[in-house]
C-alpha cells in the first residue's frame, strides 16, 4: 500500500485548481511498467486518476505438487495459452523438472499478444505458433479446429480459474486433451485500499479479482460505483455475485479494458455537457 500512497501524494502535489481529477478509477492490475502505457494516454485525455492495485497474486505450483496430476509432459503435441502466467508457469516448470523442450511443439495462443510473449523463451519465428484474431475464444477454436487432427492439446492454467468455455469446447469437439495446473491465484488484502478512498471506477479482469474483493469485503455493496469487467468469465463472475455492471470489454467497439473506458468517459461527457 506504500507504494500506491506515495503515487497519490505525488499526483495531489502535481495537480492544480483546473486539473483537479475528474474521476478516481482502480485497475486491478499492477501499474505498466512503460510511462507510455495507453492507459497514462487516457489518463491525460479525460483528467481522470488512475491507481494500479494487483487484487490477485500468482503462485506457482510446486513440481512436486505437480507430480500427483500425473501428467507425462512429453506426450502432448500442442500447448493452449491464455495468458502470460501460464507461458511463464509452463517453462518455469519445464525448467524445474529439467525437461527440454520439444520444438516441434505447436502453440495456441488467444491473442498475438499473449503469443508475442513466446519471444522470451523460444525462437518465435522458427515455431509453430498460432493465435486469435481477438480476444474471444472463438477466434481461437476457429483455429484449433484446423488444427485438431492427430493433435493432444496440454491447457497451461491455474487451478482455481481454468475457462470453462475452452474445456466444454475440447470435450464437445472430442479434442484429445487434459489439463496442467501449474499455478493457482491467491486473493489480495484491499482492505487498507478503501480506508480512506473512494473510486468511482473499479475495472476487474478475472473471476479471482472479484472473489479477491469479495473476501476484503463480504458484504460489499456498490453504492453508485461502476464496475467495469474484462472477459466473459469475470462478467459472469460479477453477475453471479448480484453485482451490476456498467463497463464490458472486449467487445466490437472497445476490444481492450483502455477503450471500453475511453467510450464510457466520453459519453458520460457528453451527456454532462
Not at 478516481?24 to 494500479?52: G, M, N, W
Not at 502470460?84 to 529439467?98: G, K, V
Not at 486473493?187 to 473512494?198: G, I, M, P, Q, R
Amino acid at each position: 500500500m506504500q507504494n500506491i500512497n506515495k503515487r497519490m501524494v505525488t499526483q495531489d502535489e502535481n495537480a492544480t485548481a483546473t486539473n483537479t481529477p475528474q474521476k478516481r478509477i482502480l485497475i486491478s492490475q499492477a501499474r505498466p511498467e512503460s510511462d507510455k502505457s495507453p492507459y497514462f494516454d487516457l489518463e491525460r485525455k479525460h483528467k481522470i486518476e488512475l491507481v494500479f492495485y494487483p487484487f490477485i497474486k500468482i503462485e506457482g505450483i510446486t513440481p512436486k505438487e505437480f507430480r500427483k496430476q500425473k501428467i507425462d509432459l512429453s506426450k502432448y503435441t500442442s500447448i493452449i495459452f491464455t495468458s502470460r502466467n501460464a507461458i511463464d508457469h509452463y517453462f518455469r516448470m519445464n525448467e524445474e523438472m529439467r525437461r527440454p523442450i520439444d520444438q516441434e511443439i505447436k502453440y495456441f495462443c488467444t491473442t498475438e499478444s499473449v503469443a508475442l510473449y513466446l519471444q522470451k523463451f523460444i525462437l518465435y519465428r522458427k515455431r509453430k505458433i498460432f493465435f486469435g484474431a481477438s480476444a474471444n475464444n472463438k477466434s481461437l477454436f476457429d483455429i484449433i479446429k484446423k488444427h485438431r487432427d492427430g493433435e493432444t492439446f496440454l491447457y497451461v492454467c491455474s487451478e482455481n480459474q481454468q475457462d470453462s468455455d475452452i474445456v466444454g469446447w475440447l470435450k464437445t469437439n472430442n479434442c484429445d486433451f487434459n489439463l496442467a495446473f501449474m499455478y493457482r491465484s491467491v486473493s489480495n488484502d484491499v482492505k487498507a485500499l478503501f480506508e480512506n478512498e473512494k473510486f468511482d471506477v473499479i475495472c476487474l479482469f478475472t473471476p479471482s479479482g472479484i472473489r479477491s474483493l469479495l473476501d476484503s469485503f463480504p458484504d460489499y455493496k456498490q453504492n453508485g460505483t461502476v464496475l467495469g469487467t474484462f472477459g466473459e468469465n469475470t462478467t459472469k463472475a460479477v453477475a453471479d455475485a448480484g453485482l451490476n455492471i456498467g463497463i464490458k470489454a472486449p467487445v466490437p467497439l472497445a476490444p481492450s479494458m483502455v477503450t471500453a473506458l475511453d467510450k464510457y468517459l466520453a459519453e458520460e461527457a457528453k451527456n454532462k455537457g
